[in-house]
């Protein structure tokens, strides 16, 4: 029996003559299911049949699971189905495969590098109802002239009416007409702006079961489809301790494309967030005015005062929109009614931080910064309905 079995081994096909061929797409929504195809070549005499298992990846389901597949010549194709669970880019480092001798009784195995990265993109579905309805809401009512705001690129003249600003009298005009006449801006187009996203340990903390990264991502693809429908220019930025992911503004049919990919590159980091690192890189690189939308989380006041210090320069120059995600929970143990001694300390500690935020928070306004504070699920609306605003304002 043994002499069987070396022998089944000895006339197996070696190692060295299996080619092996991945199939994979370059990126899946998030809930999607994702196919992986793997080719498996021999040079000469096929097994019956290959076996072949792949590692695991937390942001894929089912993976790392087996599949068989049976030669046709010298060919065997097998398929591997799984599921994006998770934002990110999922990353299959091994392949392994194995295959039976002709007499079945003993196996040949090999372990394959193969480094396949797959890009897990936020979901597109839920980000452009939400965005298009915040779009339909913040100008129902309003024909395509009123798109005019109080400054931006000059439109026409009009007779002046109650309500509108003196500043807009045009005075020689009037003088010559015998009457008010007032001159009429449209929004201006292709702007700035560039979503920020602070991926620090702070942000990684989960709210009702969905990091706060994760939430402000998909916040983020809302209104850069927002903005880029409103004609805008879009650049994605990320860091932690210091920048992970920088994206030039850009503008036109495949925008989109490129930020939901750098999106996918955003991780949850256990890292604490640099905001003098991250937002002087993105100063460095900016330069006509431009829209700096901000979504971080203050953690204590010695963060927040760093963050303070790096918001100063930028302000001169640029507008600063901060998106904070507010705390439920925090909230609901200051108010909760304390019936132990431990209540009444949790409270405590729950209401000073509160009054940390709120207080930085007061100090970004009276710099002249912008704050949006929403439920987490409300920010990417908030955010666009904010932005819109201070665009027909003529602030941006």
Known sequence: MALLALCDWAWAPAQSQLALALDHPPGVDVGAPLRLGVTARFDRNPPRAIELSTDRDPLLEQS?????????????????DMRAS??????????????????GLMWRQRRDDVEAGIAILPD???????????????????????????????EALTEFRAGMSRRAIDWKHSARATRL?????????????????DSGRAMSEPMDGVARVDRAVAAAMQIAYAALRDGDQVGFHAFDSRPRV???????????????????????????????????SIAGKLGQRATLLIFTEFTDMAAAELMLGAVTPLLRKHLLLFVLQKDAELEAVAARPPHEIDDISRAVAAGALLDERRLVIARLRRMGAEVVEAPAGEAG?????????????GRV
């Open 124 to 154: 597109m579905a839920p980000t452009r109802r939400e965005a298009a309805a915040a779009m339909s809401a913040q100008h129902f009512g309003q024909r395509r002239q009123n798109r005019r705001g109080e400054g931006g690129e000059y």
């Open 86 to 103: 998770g934002r990110g880019t999922a990353l299959l480092r091994q392949l392994w495969s194995r295959w039976h001798g002709p007499l």
């Open 381 to 393: 609306t908030r955010a666009i309905e904010r932005y819109l605003q201070l665009k027909q304002r």
């Open 64 to 80: 790392g699971g087996r599949a068989r597949a049976d030669f046709t010549g010298d060919e065997a194709a097998a398929t591997f």
């Open 181 to 197: 006449v007032a001159r009429e801006y449209r929004i201006e187009r292709n702007q700035q702006l560039l979503l920020v996203i």
């Open 246 to 280: 920088q994206l030039p503004p850009v503008s036109g049919p495949r925008a989109f494309t490129a930020i939901r990919h750098a999106a996918a590159s955003v991780a949850c980091s256990d890292r604490e967030a640099n905001h003098v690192f991250g937002l002087t």
